[in-house]
């Protein structure tokens, strides 16, 4: 704790100054172009923390020789075969990593989407040192049956506080695949209490004897819809909905669910509006066909507003609006996956906001930059209608609860969603720029006003993230063939043109 307090004295932020105005980019290489897009950066681009390294530093092969021995010695005790570094959290700072070698490398996957406001944030470390937090840490409540004094306020002046529009009550969770599980299990119990006439209308005999055995009508035979290459977790219930990758469902069993097509886009998307419209009309169709045809009727779809682990496959606002219109049409329930778009990275709060519906999503899931986990509902049939059916020991954490309350104040202090937006689309000019130049490289450029939730699809894929490390760059990929950005919500111009120059030497290498 000695060692995280020094470091992190480092680290003052600055108050957020006023955003400058856009202008048209040149033909200047593609970090001048993204420079070009706001006027006066030295105004508009003061470093939120002005002593995070200004740059990346690499001294050794990645990983090293320290990091190696240090690999060996975790391999002994815990799967080592997904690492992608091994890092040492106490020297990193800002949207910089560090590893035991030296090496200091800026940080654009955040550790896949979840880090929102900077490593050895110092407004985190004060709320992680306070008496509310180390209460909730070492007394931790089973918040169904003990909650503390006070959970309602933590929920209000935090989780609730930021709610989706016409959303104002919560489930809290412990991961995203929670979050999506548990989701499902409002939308089942839901459905069956319709079907039954009411709250009040009680189980059958029959309904209790054969749900002990696995069998209906205790145990209906009902179905959540997800799409093509959807992502939603690896749990046992959430592995049905996702589509992504086969290695994530190998082996396990899974329910008898139906899937439905995502449009598959054509870039750039000004030259292909009519044939993008086109797949959009024609994955409605089928979207509402499956609903009203399969034979486990559905209770409720589960869709993602940028598909991420999938391969970053992005739809218009009119695709999710249509969605919208046939679950109620069909009165099936409509759930938003925001686990890795939601708390700002797209230049809203909730991706979601972007369609600009005219009724919201019955349920928004979340986790990742929320740093805690559950879902957002409105209607308060969506309770269920007895106590312990939607029930765990732990039901959430107050302590990530309360984290999470500091990171929406530490967003709200520096403008971090407008930040989001302004960076990224600074950014997006300077990729549009090299993509011009290196159509072959960096194709299928997507993004555009989605903040710096931005990719593209690489036909080296794995060779590009490899070598982009070597310049100091952590990236990620997504799909096939996806480079997914997912920096954080502190990442700023200044970050943009080192990733900018280095995208464009490793592409040149």
């Known amino acids: 704790m000695a060692s995280l307090l020094r470091n992190t004295s480092r680290l003052r932020p600055l108050a957020r100054l006023p955003v400058a105005r856009s202008i048209t980019t040149t033909s200047r290489p593609a970090a001048d172009v993204a420079t070009a897009v706001m006027q006066d950066t030295s105004n508009g681009d003061a470093p939120f923390f002005p002593d995070e390294p200004k740059a990346p530093r690499v001294v050794t092969a990645i990983p090293g020789p320290k990091s190696k021995k240090a690999i060996q010695e975790l391999d002994r005790v815990f799967d080592t075969r997904s690492l992608n570094m091994l890092v040492n959290y106490q020297d990193s700072f800002g949207n910089y990593l560090a590893d035991l070698d030296g090496n200091v490398l800026l940080d654009v996957y955040a550790q896949i989407a979840s880090i929102p406001v900077g490593y050895s944030n110092p407004s985190l470390l004060e709320a992680a040192t306070s008496p509310a937090m180390a209460s909730a840490m070492i007394n931790r409540p089973a918040l169904g049956n003990f909650p503390q004094h006070d959970w309602a306020s933590i929920l209000q002046t935090g989780i609730l506080k930021v709610a989706p529009k016409g959303l104002n009550q919560v489930y809290t969770a412990m991961a995203g695949s929670d979050a999506n599980e548990i989701a499902y299990k409002a939308a089942f119990m839901y459905r069956r209490r319709q079907d039954r006439g009411g709250p009040e209308v009680e189980f059958t005999a029959e309904e209790i004897s054969s749900t002990m055995n696995n069998e209906t009508p205790g145990s209906p035979h009902l179905s959540i819809l997800s799409f093509r290459s959807g992502f939603h977790g690896r749990l046992f219930g959430t592995l049905s909905t996702t589509r992504s990758k086969p290695i994530h469902k190998m082996d396990i069993p ?85 686990v890795q778009t939601g708390v700002g990275a797209t230049g809203k709060f909730w991706a979601h906001d972007h369609w600009d519906m005219s009724e919201p999503p019955d349920m928004v899931t979340f986790s990742k930059k929320a740093q805690t986990a559950g879902y957002y509902f409105g209607n308060p049939a969506l309770r269920p209608n007895k106590p312990y059916r939607q029930f765990n020991t732990w039901m959430g954490d107050p302590a990530r609860a309360i984290l999470f309350r500091a990171i929406i104040q530490e967003i709200e202090r520096l403008d971090l969603v407008n930040n989001a937006k302004n960076t990224g689309e600074y950014l997006y000019a300077g990729l549009e720029r090299l993509a011009e130049q290196f159509p072959s490289e960096i194709q299928n450029l997507r993004g555009k006003g989605q903040g710096t939730f931005i990719a593209w699809d690489s036909p080296r894929r794995d060779e590009f993230l490899k070598k982009a490390k070597g310049e100091g760059i952590v990236m990620g990929g997504s799909g096939e063939r996806a480079v997914r950005l997912r920096p954080m919500l502190i990442f700023q111009k200044h970050h943009a043109d080192i990733l900018l120059d280095a995208t464009e030497k490793v592409i040149k290498s």
């Not at 030259?271 to 034979?295: D, G, V």
Request: aromatic share 10%; charged share 25%.
């Open 254 to 338: 899974a329910f008898d669910w139906p899937q439905a097509p995502f449009p598959h886009m054509k870039y750039p998307l000004s030259e292909f509006a009519m044939e993008n419209a086109a797949e959009e009309k024609r994955c409605l169709e089928e979207t509402e066909h499956i609903i009203q045809s399969y034979h486990n009727p559905v209770a409720a779809i589960i869709v993602e507003p940028i598909q991420s682990e999938g391969g970053d496959n992005h739809a218009s606002p009119a695709f999710f609006r249509g969605l919208r219109e046939i679950t109620k049409r069909n009165k099936v329930l409509m759930i938003v996956d925001e």
